[in-house]
């Protein structure tokens, strides 16, 4: 797969290069800032963006602006932006502007190569990722419960696994169950969380990430 790196720091830069290329990538550019990174996508067109959501001048969103103007420059480049924080604006910012092909992983996850590469195949397949300590603290919010109390315990199991991106299958894998009866779940969290019924799997994750978000 084709990629490109964003990060300001040439460690974080040269390290992803060495390990992606190590497991049959191609890291056909790197860029430290979000000027550099504009212009690497326009000139190589990879497939996946790995892209650090605070880059200079500022250090605040050039990462997050950069992908958003990528997202609509070539949205066939999927977005995989990367952070040491989970801050739950700049992640449904990027996530409800263009959802699928988009991804928000702490940086931590790096180090955990199996999943960081797992996160660069989903996004390529134009699925949405969903960093899970993301999902927790929007589950978790206070503002939230009044309406998540409604659901089972197992809805609102499957209903994390639902917002990290996951498909039916994949979480009836994950949980043991039939696919059959994870539909029947999502169909219950949906109608308690008076959110319609989508088959497009990528508006239904942003379906429920702006519910609790617009909660919270």
């Known amino acids: 797969m084709r990629l490109v790196i964003a990060d300001d720091s040439a460690v974080v830069r040269d390290g992803l290069l060495h390990a992606l290329q190590a497991h049959g990538h191609e890291v056909v550019g790197t860029a430290g800032d979000g000027a550099e990174l504009l212009d690497c996508v326009q000139r190589e067109r990879p497939q996946v963006a790995l892209v650090d959501i605070r ?7 050039e990462g997050l602006d950069a992908a958003s103007t990528i997202r609509k420059r070539a949205p066939g480049v999927a977005v995989l932006v990367l952070s040491h924080y989970v801050d739950v604006d700049y992640a449904l910012t990027l996530l409800r502007e263009s959802p699928a092909r988009s991804g ?3 940086k931590d996850r790096v180090a955990e190569l199996t999943t ?10 134009g699925e949405t990722v969903v960093d899970p300590e993301l999902v927790d603290l929007l589950l ?7 309406r998540l109390a409604e659901l089972s315990e197992r809805e609102r199991t499957v209903l994390a696994l639902l917002a990290e991106g996951l498909s039916d299958r994949a979480i009836a894998a994950r949980l043991w169950l039939t696919q059959k009866t994870v539909e029947t779940h ?6 308690k969380l008076a959110l319609p019924p989508d088959a497009d799997h990528n508006r239904r994750v942003l379906a429920v990430l702006t519910f609790l978000r617009s909660q919270g």
Request: net charge positive; hydrophobic share 40%.
């Open 55 to 61: 880059m200079p001048p500022t250090h605040t969103s």
């Open 186 to 191: 999502v169909r219950h969290i949906l109608a």
């Open 104 to 106: 928000y992983v702490l």
């Open 140 to 146: 978790h919010r206070p503002a939230t419960e009044t």
């Open 116 to 125: 960081l590469l797992d996160a660069i195949e989903r996004v390529a397949r």
